[in-house]
Protein backbone atom coordinates (compact mmCIF):
# COMPACT_ATOMS: atom_id res chain seq x y z
CA UNK A 1 0.00 0.00 0.00
CA UNK A 2 1.32 3.70 -0.94
CA UNK A 3 1.94 5.82 1.88
CA UNK A 4 0.34 9.21 1.13
CA UNK A 5 2.49 12.23 2.09
CA UNK A 6 2.28 13.55 5.56
CA UNK A 7 1.62 17.15 5.02
CA UNK A 8 -1.10 16.16 2.55
CA UNK A 9 -2.66 14.41 5.45
CA UNK A 10 -2.36 17.18 7.75
CA UNK A 11 -4.01 19.16 5.24
CA UNK A 12 -6.57 17.18 4.63
CA UNK A 13 -7.11 17.04 8.12
CA UNK A 14 -7.43 21.38 8.71
CA UNK A 15 -9.62 21.16 5.62
CA UNK A 16 -12.45 17.90 7.66
CA UNK A 17 -12.64 20.74 10.53
CA UNK A 18 -16.05 21.51 11.42
CA UNK A 19 -17.09 25.10 11.00
CA UNK A 20 -18.62 26.50 13.94
CA UNK A 21 -19.65 30.17 13.65
CA UNK A 22 -21.03 32.51 16.59
CA UNK A 23 -23.52 35.42 15.98
CA UNK A 24 -23.56 37.99 18.15
CA UNK A 25 -27.05 39.17 17.98
CA UNK A 26 -28.16 42.61 19.31
CA UNK A 27 -26.48 44.60 22.42
CA UNK A 28 -26.16 42.48 24.47
CA UNK A 29 -24.98 39.54 22.21
CA UNK A 30 -22.56 41.77 20.62
CA UNK A 31 -20.92 42.61 23.92
CA UNK A 32 -20.49 38.80 24.32
CA UNK A 33 -19.02 38.11 21.09
CA UNK A 34 -16.39 41.18 22.04
CA UNK A 35 -15.66 39.47 25.16
CA UNK A 36 -15.02 36.06 23.37
CA UNK A 37 -12.58 37.84 20.82
CA UNK A 38 -10.79 39.67 23.75
CA UNK A 39 -9.95 36.60 25.69
CA UNK A 40 -8.57 34.77 22.65
CA UNK A 41 -11.15 32.36 21.61
CA UNK A 42 -10.12 30.80 18.73
CA UNK A 43 -11.38 28.17 16.08
CA UNK A 44 -14.32 29.68 15.26
CA UNK A 45 -15.98 32.50 13.23
CA UNK A 46 -17.66 35.54 15.01
CA UNK A 47 -20.64 37.37 13.28
CA UNK A 48 -22.22 40.61 15.02
CA UNK A 49 -25.67 41.20 13.59
CA UNK A 50 -27.42 44.50 15.14
CA UNK A 51 -29.58 46.88 14.32
CA UNK A 52 -27.81 49.57 15.81
CA UNK A 53 -24.99 51.13 13.87
CA UNK A 54 -23.00 52.52 16.83
CA UNK A 55 -22.91 48.56 18.09
CA UNK A 56 -21.49 47.68 15.26
CA UNK A 57 -18.78 50.13 14.80
CA UNK A 58 -17.54 49.55 18.01
CA UNK A 59 -17.45 45.29 17.23
CA UNK A 60 -14.71 43.46 17.11
CA UNK A 61 -15.79 41.17 15.26
CA UNK A 62 -14.41 40.76 11.65
CA UNK A 63 -18.47 39.92 9.87
CA UNK A 64 -20.82 42.77 11.09
CA UNK A 65 -24.36 42.49 9.87
CA UNK A 66 -26.48 45.77 10.22
CA UNK A 67 -30.03 44.66 9.91
CA UNK A 68 -32.53 46.59 9.29
CA UNK A 69 -31.52 50.10 8.37
CA UNK A 70 -34.71 50.90 5.92
CA UNK A 71 -36.82 50.26 9.35
CA UNK A 72 -34.83 51.73 12.01
CA UNK A 73 -32.09 54.20 9.87
CA UNK A 74 -29.13 52.23 12.13
CA UNK A 75 -30.84 53.67 15.15
CA UNK A 76 -31.67 50.56 16.82
CA UNK A 77 -34.83 48.37 17.61
CA UNK A 78 -36.14 50.66 20.43
CA UNK A 79 -36.71 47.38 22.66
CA UNK A 80 -39.62 46.06 20.11
CA UNK A 81 -38.78 42.40 19.95
CA UNK A 82 -41.21 43.17 16.26
CA UNK A 83 -39.06 45.29 14.91
CA UNK A 84 -36.05 43.44 15.26
CA UNK A 85 -38.12 40.00 13.88
CA UNK A 86 -38.89 42.32 11.17
CA UNK A 87 -35.54 43.94 10.56
CA UNK A 88 -34.04 39.99 10.49
CA UNK A 89 -36.62 39.64 7.74
CA UNK A 90 -35.69 42.49 5.62
CA UNK A 91 -32.15 41.58 5.61
CA UNK A 92 -32.58 37.58 5.53
CA UNK A 93 -30.38 37.49 2.47
CA UNK A 94 -27.12 38.48 4.53
CA UNK A 95 -28.09 36.51 7.13
CA UNK A 96 -28.43 33.00 4.93
CA UNK A 97 -25.20 34.02 3.37
CA UNK A 98 -23.34 34.18 6.60
CA UNK A 99 -24.26 30.98 7.99
CA UNK A 100 -23.97 29.13 4.85
CA UNK A 101 -20.75 27.18 5.26
CA UNK A 102 -21.56 26.10 8.74
CA UNK A 103 -21.38 22.71 10.69
CA UNK A 104 -22.53 23.98 13.97
CA UNK A 105 -24.08 27.73 14.67
CA UNK A 106 -24.14 29.61 18.34
CA UNK A 107 -26.43 32.45 18.58
CA UNK A 108 -26.09 34.37 21.50
CA UNK A 109 -28.36 36.84 22.88
CA UNK A 110 -29.73 38.74 25.55
CA UNK A 111 -33.43 37.88 25.23
CA UNK A 112 -35.74 40.91 26.83
CA UNK A 113 -34.37 43.70 24.53
CA UNK A 114 -35.59 44.58 20.78
CA UNK A 115 -33.21 43.17 18.23
CA UNK A 116 -32.15 40.41 20.08
CA UNK A 117 -35.32 38.93 21.16
CA UNK A 118 -36.72 39.60 17.67
CA UNK A 119 -33.77 38.38 15.43
CA UNK A 120 -32.38 35.31 16.97
CA UNK A 121 -34.88 33.10 16.47
CA UNK A 122 -34.92 34.39 12.79
CA UNK A 123 -31.53 33.54 12.24
CA UNK A 124 -32.39 30.15 14.32
CA UNK A 125 -35.11 29.45 11.73
CA UNK A 126 -32.36 30.15 8.97
CA UNK A 127 -29.82 27.36 10.68
CA UNK A 128 -32.16 25.27 11.02
CA UNK A 129 -33.81 24.97 8.32
CA UNK A 130 -30.09 24.48 6.26
CA UNK A 131 -30.02 20.60 8.61
CA UNK A 132 -26.88 23.25 10.63
CA UNK A 133 -26.51 22.25 14.52
CA UNK A 134 -27.99 25.10 15.87
CA UNK A 135 -27.16 26.51 19.81
CA UNK A 136 -28.23 29.49 21.53
CA UNK A 137 -26.86 30.99 24.18
CA UNK A 138 -29.01 33.37 26.09
CA UNK A 139 -29.44 35.49 29.40
CA UNK A 140 -32.67 35.67 31.27
CA UNK A 141 -33.47 39.21 32.87
CA UNK A 142 -33.48 40.06 36.11
CA UNK A 143 -35.87 39.57 38.72
CA UNK A 144 -36.55 43.44 39.53
CA UNK A 145 -37.11 43.46 35.38
CA UNK A 146 -40.21 41.28 35.57
CA UNK A 147 -42.42 44.33 33.33
CA UNK A 148 -41.69 44.59 29.71
CA UNK A 149 -38.27 42.73 29.42
CA UNK A 150 -39.41 39.68 30.87
CA UNK A 151 -42.26 39.52 28.49
CA UNK A 152 -40.26 40.22 25.93
CA UNK A 153 -37.75 37.40 27.22
CA UNK A 154 -40.82 34.58 27.48
CA UNK A 155 -42.22 35.83 23.50
CA UNK A 156 -37.99 35.52 22.28
CA UNK A 157 -37.54 32.54 24.42
CA UNK A 158 -41.02 30.16 23.37
CA UNK A 159 -39.67 30.96 19.51
CA UNK A 160 -36.16 29.85 20.07
CA UNK A 161 -37.33 26.84 21.48
CA UNK A 162 -38.77 25.61 18.21
CA UNK A 163 -36.13 26.10 16.11
CA UNK A 164 -32.81 25.44 18.13
CA UNK A 165 -31.21 22.06 18.55
CA UNK A 166 -30.50 23.22 22.44
CA UNK A 167 -30.76 26.54 24.17
CA UNK A 168 -28.38 27.44 27.15
CA UNK A 169 -29.92 29.69 29.41
CA UNK A 170 -28.08 31.90 31.91
CA UNK A 171 -30.15 33.26 34.35
CA UNK A 172 -28.83 36.76 35.61
CA UNK A 173 -29.99 36.23 38.58
CA UNK A 174 -27.24 33.62 39.32
CA UNK A 175 -24.54 36.60 39.32
CA UNK A 176 -25.99 37.62 42.88
CA UNK A 177 -24.69 34.48 44.19
CA UNK A 178 -21.17 34.62 42.30
CA UNK A 179 -20.43 38.08 43.07
CA UNK A 180 -19.91 39.34 46.53
CA UNK A 181 -21.99 42.16 47.40
CA UNK A 182 -20.10 45.43 47.25
CA UNK A 183 -19.14 44.40 43.45
CA UNK A 184 -19.23 47.10 41.04
CA UNK A 185 -22.81 46.76 39.35
CA UNK A 186 -20.94 47.49 35.98
CA UNK A 187 -18.42 44.18 36.75
CA UNK A 188 -22.14 42.43 37.33
CA UNK A 189 -22.58 42.54 33.43
CA UNK A 190 -19.03 41.66 32.46
CA UNK A 191 -19.32 38.54 34.91
CA UNK A 192 -22.63 37.40 32.74
CA UNK A 193 -19.71 37.75 29.61
CA UNK A 194 -17.58 35.84 30.79
CA UNK A 195 -19.97 32.79 31.41
CA UNK A 196 -21.11 33.03 28.43
CA UNK A 197 -17.54 33.11 27.05
CA UNK A 198 -16.44 30.17 29.40
CA UNK A 199 -19.71 28.30 27.79
CA UNK A 200 -19.20 28.52 24.79
CA UNK A 201 -15.36 27.91 24.95
CA UNK A 202 -15.65 24.81 27.23
CA UNK A 203 -17.84 23.26 24.13
CA UNK A 204 -14.74 24.48 21.28
CA UNK A 205 -11.87 23.77 22.97
CA UNK A 206 -12.67 19.99 23.19
CA UNK A 207 -12.85 19.85 19.89
CA UNK A 208 -10.14 21.91 18.55
CA UNK A 209 -7.84 22.33 21.21
CA UNK A 210 -4.51 20.03 22.16
CA UNK A 211 -5.42 17.32 24.81
CA UNK A 212 -5.04 13.69 25.89
CA UNK A 213 -8.80 13.13 25.15
CA UNK A 214 -10.18 15.08 22.40
CA UNK A 215 -14.08 15.00 20.84
CA UNK A 216 -14.97 14.97 17.92
CA UNK A 217 -17.54 16.31 15.97
CA UNK A 218 -19.78 13.68 15.90
CA UNK A 219 -20.17 13.05 19.46
CA UNK A 220 -20.98 16.78 19.75
CA UNK A 221 -23.90 16.40 17.38
CA UNK A 222 -24.92 13.93 19.24
CA UNK A 223 -25.07 15.68 22.77
CA UNK A 224 -26.43 18.66 21.42
CA UNK A 225 -29.34 16.86 18.89
CA UNK A 226 -30.99 15.66 22.56
CA UNK A 227 -33.59 18.26 22.20
CA UNK A 228 -34.71 20.31 25.28
CA UNK A 229 -33.00 23.33 27.27
CA UNK A 230 -29.01 22.85 28.61
CA UNK A 231 -27.90 24.28 31.76
CA UNK A 232 -23.64 24.31 32.61
CA UNK A 233 -21.73 24.42 35.93
CA UNK A 234 -18.23 25.52 36.23
CA UNK A 235 -15.53 24.72 38.90
CA UNK A 236 -12.03 25.71 39.31
CA UNK A 237 -9.57 24.62 41.78
CA UNK A 238 -5.56 24.63 42.60
CA UNK A 239 -3.52 22.29 45.15
CA UNK A 240 -3.40 19.15 45.84
CA UNK A 241 -7.27 18.34 45.79
CA UNK A 242 -8.11 20.31 42.73
CA UNK A 243 -9.65 17.66 40.90
CA UNK A 244 -12.40 17.10 43.74
CA UNK A 245 -12.82 20.81 44.73
CA UNK A 246 -13.13 21.33 40.84
CA UNK A 247 -15.70 19.31 39.81
CA UNK A 248 -17.92 19.63 42.99
CA UNK A 249 -18.25 23.42 42.64
CA UNK A 250 -19.12 22.45 39.07
CA UNK A 251 -21.94 20.07 40.57
CA UNK A 252 -22.91 22.72 42.95
CA UNK A 253 -22.79 26.00 40.53
CA UNK A 254 -25.42 28.19 40.74
CA UNK A 255 -25.90 28.18 37.24
CA UNK A 256 -27.12 24.46 37.72
CA UNK A 257 -30.00 25.78 38.91
CA UNK A 258 -30.94 22.97 41.43
CA UNK A 259 -31.26 20.97 38.56
CA UNK A 260 -29.67 17.48 38.50
CA UNK A 261 -27.67 16.01 36.18
CA UNK A 262 -29.81 12.76 35.58
CA UNK A 263 -32.65 14.90 34.74
CA UNK A 264 -30.63 15.54 31.17
CA UNK A 265 -30.09 13.33 28.33
CA UNK A 266 -26.56 14.40 27.62
CA UNK A 267 -23.61 15.89 29.02
CA UNK A 268 -20.26 17.17 28.03
CA UNK A 269 -17.18 17.07 30.79
CA UNK A 270 -14.32 19.81 29.76
CA UNK A 271 -11.77 19.16 32.24
CA UNK A 272 -8.50 21.81 31.50
CA UNK A 273 -5.53 21.81 33.38
CA UNK A 274 -2.02 22.82 33.12
CA UNK A 275 1.31 21.36 30.67
CA UNK A 276 4.63 19.71 32.36
CA UNK A 277 4.11 18.82 35.53
CA UNK A 278 1.07 20.47 35.91
CA UNK A 279 -0.92 18.10 33.31
CA UNK A 280 -4.06 16.26 34.50
CA UNK A 281 -2.92 12.93 36.63
CA UNK A 282 -4.24 9.60 36.42
CA UNK A 283 -5.77 9.32 40.13
CA UNK A 284 -7.35 12.80 39.24
CA UNK A 285 -9.06 11.63 36.22
CA UNK A 286 -10.05 8.20 37.68
CA UNK A 287 -11.67 10.51 40.60
CA UNK A 288 -13.60 12.66 37.70
CA UNK A 289 -14.76 9.28 35.89
CA UNK A 290 -15.75 7.91 39.27
CA UNK A 291 -17.75 10.79 40.64
CA UNK A 292 -19.20 11.83 37.81
CA UNK A 293 -20.76 8.18 36.89
CA UNK A 294 -21.79 8.08 40.21
CA UNK A 295 -23.81 11.60 39.24
CA UNK A 296 -25.04 10.75 36.08
CA UNK A 297 -26.22 7.18 36.15
CA UNK A 298 -26.57 5.02 33.54
CA UNK A 299 -28.91 6.35 31.51
CA UNK A 300 -27.06 9.73 30.89
CA UNK A 301 -24.91 9.88 27.75
CA UNK A 302 -21.59 11.75 28.62
CA UNK A 303 -18.27 12.94 26.28
CA UNK A 304 -15.37 14.05 28.18
CA UNK A 305 -12.39 15.84 26.62
CA UNK A 306 -9.07 17.35 28.27
CA UNK A 307 -7.42 20.06 27.64
CA UNK A 308 -3.82 21.53 28.33
CA UNK A 309 -3.87 25.73 28.42
CA UNK A 310 -0.47 26.54 29.70
CA UNK A 311 -1.23 29.78 31.34
CA UNK A 312 -3.47 28.47 33.67
CA UNK A 313 -0.76 27.15 35.56
CA UNK A 314 -1.54 24.87 38.63
CA UNK A 315 -5.19 25.05 38.57
CA UNK A 316 -7.95 22.44 37.00
CA UNK A 317 -11.18 23.81 35.51
CA UNK A 318 -14.08 21.59 35.13
CA UNK A 319 -16.81 22.97 32.63
CA UNK A 320 -20.08 20.90 32.52
CA UNK A 321 -22.92 21.88 29.90
CA UNK A 322 -26.20 19.22 30.43
CA UNK A 323 -28.40 18.65 27.49
CA UNK A 324 -31.70 17.49 26.72
CA UNK A 325 -34.00 19.19 29.82
CA UNK A 326 -37.45 18.01 28.95
CA UNK A 327 -38.52 21.67 28.89
CA UNK A 328 -42.09 20.94 30.77
CA UNK A 329 -40.44 18.20 32.93
CA UNK A 330 -40.00 19.72 35.97
CA UNK A 331 -42.66 23.12 37.47
CA UNK A 332 -41.10 26.22 38.58
CA UNK A 333 -37.55 26.18 37.86
CA UNK A 334 -35.32 27.38 34.93
CA UNK A 335 -36.59 27.98 32.08
CA UNK A 336 -39.53 26.22 32.22
CA UNK A 337 -41.63 28.29 34.02
CA UNK A 338 -41.39 29.89 29.75
CA UNK A 339 -42.43 26.16 28.93
CA UNK A 340 -46.37 28.10 30.21
CA UNK A 341 -46.27 30.49 27.58
CA UNK A 342 -44.87 27.97 24.99
CA UNK A 343 -47.86 25.94 25.81
CA UNK A 344 -50.26 28.68 25.50
CA UNK A 345 -48.87 29.75 22.34
CA UNK A 346 -49.22 25.98 20.40
CA UNK A 347 -52.25 25.72 22.02
CA UNK A 348 -54.20 29.09 21.06
CA UNK A 349 -52.16 31.09 18.85
CA UNK A 350 -51.02 31.02 15.18
CA UNK A 351 -48.99 33.07 13.15
CA UNK A 352 -49.86 36.40 11.92
CA UNK A 353 -48.98 38.88 9.64
CA UNK A 354 -46.56 42.24 9.94
CA UNK A 355 -48.63 45.21 10.66
CA UNK A 356 -48.28 48.57 11.45
CA UNK A 357 -46.11 51.79 9.91
CA UNK A 358 -43.61 49.74 8.22
CA UNK A 359 -43.00 48.86 4.40
CA UNK A 360 -44.40 45.59 3.46
CA UNK A 361 -41.71 42.68 3.77
CA UNK A 362 -42.65 39.52 2.15
CA UNK A 363 -40.66 35.76 2.47
CA UNK A 364 -40.99 32.46 1.54
CA UNK A 365 -39.28 31.29 4.49
CA UNK A 366 -40.64 33.06 7.72
CA UNK A 367 -43.55 33.92 9.04
CA UNK A 368 -43.31 36.08 11.88
CA UNK A 369 -44.76 36.35 15.38
CA UNK A 370 -48.30 35.14 16.11
CA UNK A 371 -52.15 35.81 16.39
CA UNK A 372 -54.96 35.24 18.17
CA UNK A 373 -57.98 33.38 16.68
CA UNK A 374 -60.96 35.03 16.63
CA UNK A 375 -63.17 32.06 16.50
CA UNK A 376 -60.72 29.40 18.86
CA UNK A 377 -63.63 26.96 18.61
CA UNK A 378 -63.60 26.64 14.72
CA UNK A 379 -59.85 25.95 15.04
CA UNK A 380 -60.23 22.59 17.17
CA UNK A 381 -59.78 18.89 15.10
CA UNK A 382 -62.97 18.29 14.16
CA UNK A 383 -61.89 14.45 13.87
CA UNK A 384 -60.50 14.41 17.24
CA UNK A 385 -62.43 12.30 19.62
CA UNK A 386 -62.67 15.32 22.19
CA UNK A 387 -63.62 17.91 20.10
CA UNK A 388 -66.93 18.36 21.59
CA UNK A 389 -65.35 18.86 24.90
CA UNK A 390 -62.45 21.16 23.49
CA UNK A 391 -65.16 23.57 21.64
CA UNK A 392 -67.21 23.74 24.80
CA UNK A 393 -64.34 24.61 26.54
CA UNK A 394 -63.43 27.24 24.91
CA UNK A 395 -66.37 29.16 24.90
CA UNK A 396 -66.43 29.40 28.74
CA UNK A 397 -65.73 32.71 29.90
CA UNK A 398 -62.66 32.09 31.99
CA UNK A 399 -60.57 30.74 28.49
CA UNK A 400 -62.08 33.21 26.15
CA UNK A 401 -60.86 36.09 28.33
CA UNK A 402 -57.25 34.42 27.52
CA UNK A 403 -57.96 33.19 23.92
CA UNK A 404 -58.90 36.58 22.59
CA UNK A 405 -55.85 38.44 24.45
CA UNK A 406 -54.25 40.77 22.21
CA UNK A 407 -50.78 39.21 22.17
CA UNK A 408 -48.67 36.50 23.85
CA UNK A 409 -47.34 39.46 25.70
CA UNK A 410 -50.27 40.12 27.48
CA UNK A 411 -50.79 36.96 29.04
CA UNK A 412 -50.09 37.08 33.23
CA UNK A 413 -48.88 34.32 35.39
CA UNK A 414 -52.12 33.83 36.37
CA UNK A 415 -53.55 33.40 33.19
CA UNK A 416 -50.68 30.74 32.20
CA UNK A 417 -50.93 28.68 34.89
CA UNK A 418 -54.82 28.29 34.26
CA UNK A 419 -53.79 26.92 30.47
CA UNK A 420 -51.77 24.93 32.06
CA UNK A 421 -53.82 22.74 34.00
CA UNK A 422 -56.00 21.99 30.33
CA UNK A 423 -54.84 18.13 30.10
CA UNK A 424 -52.19 17.57 27.50
CA UNK A 425 -55.10 15.59 25.20
CA UNK A 426 -57.02 18.77 25.26
CA UNK A 427 -54.33 21.00 24.21
CA UNK A 428 -53.20 18.38 21.54
CA UNK A 429 -56.96 18.31 19.82
CA UNK A 430 -56.35 22.19 19.24
CA UNK A 431 -53.22 22.05 18.22
CA UNK A 432 -53.93 19.33 15.93
CA UNK A 433 -56.95 21.81 14.38
CA UNK A 434 -54.68 24.83 13.86
CA UNK A 435 -52.38 22.82 11.90
CA UNK A 436 -55.28 21.44 9.41
CA UNK A 437 -56.60 24.77 8.98
CA UNK A 438 -52.90 26.22 8.30
CA UNK A 439 -52.15 23.07 5.57
Avoid at 22 to 28: D, I, L, N, T
Avoid at 49 to 70: F, Y
Avoid at 78 to 83: F, R, W, Y
Wanted: hydrophobic fraction near 40%; aromatic fraction near 6%.
Amino acid sequence: MPIRDSAILIEENKMARPIIKVFGVGGAGCNAVNRMIESNLQHVEFIAVNTDLQSLIHSHAPIKIQIGERLTEGLGAGSDPKMGERSAIEDMDKLRSAIEGAHMVFITAGLGGGTGTGAAPVIARLASEMGILTVAIVTQPFEFEKNVRFRNFVEGYSQLIDHVDSMITIKNDKIFDILPDDTPWRMAYEEIDTILKNALRGIVDIVFVTGSENVDFADMRTIFGFKGFALMGLGEASGTDRAREALTAALQSPLLDNFSLMESRGVIVNVTAGVGDQQLTVGENRLLLQTLNNELGEYVHMIKGTVEEANIGDKLRVTLIATGFDYGKIEGQGPLDMKRAKTMRDAYLEKRPISGNVPEITSDDLEPTIKVESEPAEGVDKGHPCSGIVSRLLQTDEYKEIVHSPSAAALNSDDLDRVRKIPAFLRKAVQTGHQDKNN
